[in-house]
């Protein structure tokens, strides 16, 4: 794993196994303040309090089978076969226990296209191989526990259990603040559904009711941080943290995006236009912040206005993959908040899901060669692929019906005719992308750059990514934008 044996910070397994000690060792009003025996520039807790009872619970376990392994200070560094063998465990065990539980009752409830208890199977198989997130729950000691919870949410909706949503989302937003990718279609949705009742009876009701269990949840997971006003705000400074400026706010953000080299469009336009030398830290973030919101703008009014289950589903991965690209939360890793939600909707645009899906783990390539994991990415993307191939045979479902565009096309008078050509056009593109993909993973792997550009592969990966991404939020937007709610062929898979 990445950063194995390397100090000082020696990579994300030791983030995780040193949260734990912290949790475990100290009080809880000291875990997220700087104090002599918790130095916050030595990974700091930076997520909700949910992340920080569970890091304690898995010390609680880890303390029973080896004290050494949670000892305070002495600890740190710790790397052994058994305790990565545990930490493994630990993983392996959420996703048990949250994620695939969730994936497995999501695709036994579609209805759509699953007539047969085989064809949910399919789907859930298809699901469970995405390379991207076994990639990096288990080369990086990941827990997919916000992302569970938030597929908890969105079955709750699907089967009418609104309140019970609601709950499961705070609890993913309490557990890593990034799932607020994914808030705005859950709030528009809602707020829709309410509209829909009526505000002046039952929707004002229903309202309430979730409000109300906003409040509960947050407030359960925060009570033991609210001994005092001081407590809460520390946690919230860890979170985001505004009170350090913007400079140093926007620095923190270059380094991530200019030296990660992620695949959204302010890294992939710095090759060609050094953005931080024409406009000011201030301008650049305000204008991030214009660019993100313009773009989920059409999305969540639609949603508000027609909410629907397959609008839902399709608004987040819309929204999310615009906070991927246009903002400035731009770690590697964040675009599994766009990837999950497209495995959600695998079932009704196979095609192009499983492209995405590819493109996704791609865009991760040079993450994963710094792990180490090339192999597993090579295995883990051909089995994927395989699967969708055998389950869906995406490559014949290429048509203007099949990639949910005939309602944009029939929009078009006069040129409706041309989106004949649309599957053969397709097919083309993906097979063109698919062997791009891999020669640029091959050369990554196996051929040095020229000493003047260090970075050359890194950089094509980014910027392809980039482009298949901008490509895919078009896409997703139009087939939002020209959904008709009261299309007879879509049904409600509740």
């Known amino acids: 794993f990445l950063g194995a044996g390397k100090p000082p910070m020696y990579g994300d397994y030791e983030a995780q196994r040193h949260w734990q000690e912290v949790t475990y060792n100290l009080p809880i009003r000291q875990w997220y303040f700087n104090t002599s025996d ?33 000892a305070l200070h002495t600890s740190r560094g710790y790397e052994s076969q058994p305790h990565k063998l545990f930490m493994r465990t630990t993983v392996f065990v959420a996703d048990l226990l949250v994620y695939i539980p ?67 989302f705070c609890l993913a937003l309490n557990y890593k603040q990034m799932e607020l990718y994914h808030s705005l279609p859950f709030f528009c949705y809602l707020l829709g559904k309410c509209f829909k009742k009526g505000l002046k009876g039952k929707g004002l009701v229903l309202l309430t009711k979730i409000a109300g269990t906003v409040v509960v949840s947050f407030a359960v997971c925060w009570l033991p941080f609210c001994t005092d006003m001081g407590q809460i705000m520390q946690v919230l400074r860890r979170l985001f943290p505004i009170d350090r400026g913007l400079i140093i706010t926007y620095d923190l953000f270059v380094f991530l995006l200019f030296q990660d080299k992620v695949a959204n469009i302010w890294c992939s336009l710095s090759v060609l236009i050094k953005i931080k030398n024409i406009i000011s830290p201030q301008i650049q973030l305000k204008l991030s912040f214009a660019v993100t919101f313009l773009s989920l703008l059409p999305t969540c009014i639609k949603l508000t ?22 903002s400035f939360q731009v770690h590697e890793k964040s675009i599994l908040l766009v990837s999950v939600p497209v495995c959600l909707i695998i079932n009704e645009i196979p095609f192009m899901a499983t492209w995405f899906l590819l493109v996704s783990t791609f865009s991760m390539l040079p993450l994963l060669l710094k792990d180490g994991l090339l192999l597993a990415y090579a295995v883990t ?57 891999g020669v640029l993973s091959l050369m990554s792997a196996a051929v040095h750059p020229p000493q003047r550009l260090p970075d050359l592969f890194p950089v094509a990966v980014s910027i392809i990514s980039c482009l298949h991404f901008l490509l895919f939020l078009v896409y997703f937007n139009v087939v939002i934008l020209w959904d008709s709610k009261n299309s007879k062929s879509q049904k409600k898979t509740s």
């Open 305 to 326: 206005v027609q909410p629907s289950l397959r609008g839902f589903k399709f608004a987040l991965v819309s929204c999310a993959l615009s906070f991927f690209l246009f």
């Open 38 to 70: 918790n130095n916050l520039q030595y990974w700091g807790l930076d997520y909700p309090p949910l992340t920080a009872y569970h890091s304690f619970l898995c010390a609680y376990i880890a303390k029973l089978i080896n004290p050494d392994w949670v």
């Open 102 to 168: 969730a994936v497995i009752l999501y695709c036994f409830s579609l209805k759509e296209t699953s007539i047969k208890k085989k064809a949910s199977i399919c789907v859930a198989l298809c699901i469970l191989l995405y390379p991207g997130l076994i990639l990096i729950d288990h080369g990086h000691f990941q827990y997919p526990l916000s992302l569970g919870f938030a597929l908890w949410a969105v079955l709750c909706l699907a089967y009418e259990r609104d309140l019970l949503g609601s709950m499961a």
């Open 381 to 437: 993307t051909l089995a994927f692929l395989s699967a969708c191939l055998a389950s869906f045979t995406i490559l014949e479902k290429t048509s203007a019906e099949d990639l949910q565009l005939k309602p944009f096309s029939l929009s078009l008078k006069g040129y409706s005719s041309r989106f004949k050509s649309l599957p053969k056009i397709a097919r083309s593109l993906f097979l063109l992308s698919i062997t791009l993909m």
